[in-house]
């Protein structure tokens, strides 16, 4: 679980870093330089899928804890977090932007204070309702978990389908975790099925099978629209088919790359085991500090159209991992600023 923390939170950074050339921001549709964008994001979109994943193997797990020491721990390990940061980045985005107040507030309404802090608010959910989800799956067959799980996400399906129509859905920050659920209850379930070539491969398959349904999926429908919109988005979503696909695919193939580097011997095995561990404690910080840092990196050096674009773009993604992993580091041994990362 530690290697898959660190991929995603490489992931989520390059898909930052290339979302706006996707979006049109950077450049126009069918170049050279639109397609790399969109190939990079469609292929690491599973990183949000897998975080919640990730929550839910490791939370999920029945044991013997009283509700208020649960919620107790998880307040430390999210509450403070969730207000700090979704203070800061308003504050920020302020001075940034010039969004007025009222704007700031309906931000922190919806659970969205920032283009990633809904994150935050999702696992805020869940983790309320994770005593009561504990004694669901304690007590549930593995049959009935895994129509829990089935019903959860065709929901979340079914709601990501609707908000495509004018005029409805909606979430706030109360909400924002729902559609995740399946998600979560799914982390738990694959965390238990016992690892092997077959389940290895059915990852892979399921990978592939989803990152191209999501790549093929969104260029058609941008190139019917010409622009742009609400169909690219809809696949890039995290409830579309192929994304659940890919989340579920890179869940188990990270899991798989995990073990294996678990039991690997050596020197060289061992500095890898360290690394990933370091990386692993410092990943949930420098997912909250990334998007300040990437987004000051480019206001300071700017993006470039084209071929060019594409390669600032991966050196804003590297500056923007180090400079993120530095400062949390350091954040994480000074003792009243530790609790926020």
């Known amino acids: 679980m530690e290697f898959a923390r660190v991929a995603a939170m490489a992931a989520v950074i390059v898909v930052h870093a290339y979302s706006p050339f996707v979006s049109t921001t950077y450049t126009d549709i069918g170049g050279y330089d639109w397609w790399t964008a969109h190939v990079l994001d ?5 990183c949000v899928a897998v975080f919640v994943m990730i929550s839910g193997a490791l939370l999920l797990r029945p044991r013997d804890e009283p509700v208020a020491d649960f919620y107790r721990k998880r307040w430390a390990k999210i509450g403070v977090p969730l207000f700090v940061w979704t203070a800061a980045y308003l504050i920020w985005m302020q001075w940034r932007d010039g969004i007025s107040l009222t704007e700031a ?3 922190a309404a919806t659970g969205s204070p920032s ?3 809904y994150f935050l608010y999702v696992i805020a959910g869940l983790y309320l309702f994770t005593p009561f989800l504990r004694t669901v799956v304690a007590h549930t067959s593995r049959n009935g978990l895994w129509w829990f ?3 959860a996400l065709a929901v979340g399906v079914v709601d990501q389908l609707l908000s495509l129509m004018d005029g409805v859905g909606g ?3 109360v909400t924002r975790f729902v559609p995740f659920l399946g998600y979560y209850l799914l982390g738990r379930l694959l965390f238990t099925v016992e690892p092997g070539p077959r389940v290895t491969r059915f990852g892979l398959a399921a990978f592939i099978l989803g990152v191209a349904g999501t790549i093929a999926g969104a260029a058609a429908t941008t190139f019917v629209a010409g622009e742009w919109g609400a169909g690219g988005e809809y696949f890039y979503d995290f409830l579309s088919p192929p994304m659940i696909l890919a989340g579920v695919g890179a869940y188990l193939s990270l899991r798989a790359a995990g073990l294996r580097l678990a ?6 095995a061992l500095a890898t085991e360290r690394a990933v561990r370091w990386l692993s404690g410092l990943s949930f910080g420098v997912y909250l500090v990334h998007v300040m840092v990437l987004y000051t990196l480019r206001d300071l050096g700017g993006t470039p159209d084209g071929v060019i674009g594409v390669l600032v773009a991966a050196g804003y993604a590297v500056a923007t991992a180090v400079i993120s992993l530095v400062l949390v580091a350091i954040a994480q041994r000074i003792p009243l600023v530790r609790a926020t990362v």
């Open 149 to 151: 799980a089935g019903v």
């Open 115 to 117: 283009i990633h802090l």
């Open 263 to 268: 039991a690997a011997e050596g020197p060289m």
């Open 105 to 107: 507030l309906t931000q």
């Open 42 to 46: 469609s292929g690491l979109r599973w």
């Open 171 to 173: 979430v706030t920050a």
